[in-house]
């Protein structure tokens, strides 16, 4: 079998299969919920256990609080990142959507889709930071 066509058949089978798995819902990342967040954080940190755990709507970030810290358990691709926030953060708003800049060069800046109700929520809880 000549080269060229070998590569079209698998070049077009690699991208079939992965329309594929996208179209049978596959490919995205499931929604935290709380047991899933407090799992992820205490993985984490585990000398410092959740006691609340508020998830967003849309099941893509969750606040965290702990009796000496407040953090964050955010998706990252199929996995979970936590992260404990240290007071210098900042959030811009623009719309329904949220920015926060993190002091940490590891996970510089999360994206947030938030309701308007959860936007005053979360600018009351990052106030108290």
Excluded: F, K
Excluded at 14 to 40: E, F, I, K, N, V
Excluded at 72 to 89: F, H, I, P
Aim: a neutral charge; aromatic letters at 4%; hydrophobic letters at 45%.
């Amino acid at each position: 079998m000549p080269l060229h066509i070998l590569l079209i058949l698998v070049i077009g089978g690699l991208a079939g299969l992965a329309l594929a798995l996208h179209l049978l819902g596959l490919t995205g990342a499931p929604a935290l919920s709380r047991d899933t967040a407090r799992l992820a954080w205490a993985r984490a940190y585990p000398d410092d256990p959740a006691r609340a755990v508020m998830v967003t709507q849309d099941g893509r970030v969750a606040r965290i609080e702990t009796q000496d810290s407040r953090g964050l358990v955010w998706q990252m691709g199929a996995d979970t990142c936590a992260r404990r926030l240290t007071g210098t953060e900042e959030a811009h708003a623009r719309g329904e959507r949220v920015t926060l800049r993190l002091n940490d060069y590891a996970a510089p800046g999360i994206r947030l889709q938030l309701t308007p109700q959860e936007q005053s929520d979360w600018a009351d809880w990052m106030a108290t930071i």
